[in-house]
């Protein structure tokens, strides 16, 4: 497909149908830390995820090629992705669903906010300023609502922030650099496999390995390397191949609303006033974020 300039009636579907993907995504990864150590099983999953891409690209006859003037880029890419995915699946494990899928999806704040300074054409105007200082607010009221009591920590709302930063620089590496040239699964292809030795490495400072494994954690896992990493987030990199950066950041408003619901209705979370008024805040301001400028 060729590039657009805006957000068609497919792109919207397909972003809709991801933002309700990722949002049941939480919920397994919660379901499978209480298997696996969260460290270890992002780096698992990553390892997973490379095999799969590998054996994906083999079978379609698709040229793998690791060269040498796309290393800085995609070991850049990749130690983010690997970081990303480290603070996300600590915090998952530290606090609930509903916080961090309000906090994880503050990723388009991130991104607007270094957009302005390294994307072309993707500048701050008054409107996505007003945005910003809505969501922004939103995560300071997040951070301060503790109502979960013991369900919920300042050390895992903090790793969900960190993984949204990580996140929007993901997004912004592959824009900006060299990365843009190649295709979304090879782009994915360098991130993964840097990410496996940063994860694993990693893995050994956070306690045992192997928690209360199960079946349904081992199925879990499975899940996550094949379908969510191999070709969940290899379709979003090709949706932001083919839309604008910021049309495609600007669905993420509706993650953390099906993650709240989804946490609220499945694990019987508590959303108290104040997370909700922080939901409210995040999803204005995204939206604010990325209206389109009058002509």
Known sequence: MERKNGIDAFG????????????VNQI????????????????MRSLIAAVALW???RWRGRPMRLTRDMAGPGIAVGLVFGFEFLFMFLALDLTT?????????????WMALAAHFLLPGERLRPMRVAGLALAFLGVALALTDRAAGGEASLAGDLCAVVAAMCWAGIALIARASRLSTLRPDMQLYWQVIVSVPLLLGASVFFGPFIRDLQPVHLAGLAYQGVVVVAAGFAFWLWLLSIYPASGVASFAFLTPVFGVALGWLLLDEPVGPRLFAA???VAVGIVLINRPAKA
Do not use: C, D, E, H
Not at 12 to 23: E, H, K, P, S, T
Not at 28 to 43: C, E, R, T
Not at 97 to 109: D, F, G, I, N, Q
């Open 279 to 281: 939901l409210v805040l």
């Open 12 to 23: 919207a579907g397909a972003l809709v149908a991801f933002a309700l993907f990722l949002a």
């Open 97 to 109: 669903v509903t916080r961090t899928a309000v906090l994880l999806y503050s990723m388009p704040v």
């Open 55 to 57: 054996a994906w690209m």
């Open 28 to 43: 397994i990864i919660k379901m499978v830390n209480a298997g696996l150590q969260p460290v270890f099983f992002a780096g």
